[in-house]
């Protein structure tokens, strides 16, 4: 029914993640199940769901141990979409969804209250959830305390709105444009800083005591915007990188203040989410009012829109375009 342009898919274009060409792009989507194919038990013709893209093995080393967020073999459709011409593509994240139908492994299906806009609801199924999932997961954010979001995009966004939905009473926004400071107070943010005119490190400790900050959240994924992160948090505070960075880029700190500082240094992956638990959840947060799904949809568009929704995410004027079919 819809599916969101995300920054992962421009990174598929340009051959930044591998160059499997052609790929079917889109992959943050939500639908109806039309068809399901044998042995299939968790969903059925007609189920409303959000397709996400760690469908869980339960046999892996992580899932053995109890960390299925962590699982290191997510399962894909076993059968190959192709072009009308028989040529495989391959689908973004396992998914393609920038498309009427695609084809899914079961486990990447994830049954949701079909409450929420599917426009919405498929926004879970990558930024949304990414973003959330690294303030409550990752970061532990915890009642009272305060957290910096490096980067006010749709990840940024979500991570202050998962902020405040976790209880925290001090939330800093930076970035360097005025127009996502702006979001990022919709979403919760309590202080706001633009760190080309500001020094962000100072900003957030003054916000903070003087201490720093307890979790700070790097959702750009650049060096120099972790270096901040990472100077900008409080002792025994916690690091958060869920920006996904240049696979190019190296990053070089004194041993010293790493073992001096103590706390936690973390990559977040996909929020390091459970499908099954969290956008369940998250769909009735949002039916309750108390989190705001919807906001992240900044526009929608028709299919045709996307190389236009790619233009308008990279110059940030729109926190998500989402296609309608």
């Known amino acids: 029914q819809a599916c969101g342009v995300c920054h992962t898919d421009l990174h598929y274009r340009e051959g930044g993640i591998n160059d499997e060409f052609p790929f079917l792009l889109g992959h943050e989507a939500a639908g109806v199940v039309s068809a399901v194919g044998e042995g299939v038990t968790n969903v059925a013709v007609g189920d409303y769901v ?8 339960g046999q892996c080393r992580a899932c053995l141990r109890g960390e299925l967020q962590y699982c290191f073999n997510t399962h894909n459709a076993a059968q190959k979409m192709t072009l009308t011409d028989g040529t495989e593509l391959s689908p973004a994240l396992g998914i393609g969804a920038f498309v009427e139908k695609t084809l899914v492994h079961s486990g990447q299906c994830t049954r949701v209250a079909p409450a929420a806009p599917a426009t919405a609801a498929g926004l879970l199924g990558c930024g949304v959830m990414a973003g959330v999932g690294a303030a409550i997961n990752t970061g532990g954010v915890r009642r009272g305390e305060s957290v910096a979001v490096f980067g006010c995009g749709g990840v940024g966004d979500a991570a202050i709105a998962g902020a405040k939905l976790a209880g925290a009473t001090t939330i800093i926004a930076v970035d360097i444009d005025d127009r996502k400071l702006a979001w990022a107070k919709q979403f919760g943010a309590t202080h706001t800083v633009n760190s080309q005119q500001t020094d962000a490190v100072e900003a957030i400790k003054a916000a903070t005591g003087g201490f720093g900050a307890d979790v700070t959240i790097d959702a750009v994924g650049h060096p120099k915007v972790f ?4 100077y900008a948090r409080d002792l025994a505070g ?14 070089s700190l004194p041993l010293i203040e790493i073992f001096g500082r103590g706390g936690a240094i973390k990559s977040s992956w996909y929020g390091d989410c459970l499908p099954s638990r969290d956008f369940p959840m998250l769909v009735d947060l949002y039916r309750q009012g108390r989190f705001p799904l919807e906001d992240f949809v900044s526009e929608t568009i028709g299919i045709d829109g996307v190389e236009q929704a790619f233009a308008k995410m990279h110059h940030g004027d729109v926190l998500r375009s989402v296609v309608v079919f």
Not at 50 to 57: D, E, G, H, Y
Not at 227 to 230: I, K, L
Not at 238 to 251: E, F
């Open 238 to 251: 916690r690091v958060v990188l869920v920006g996904v960075p240049n696979p190019a880029m190296t990053i």
């Open 227 to 230: 270096e901040q992160a990472f």
């Open 50 to 57: 959000v397709l996400n893209w760690r469908a869980v093995c």
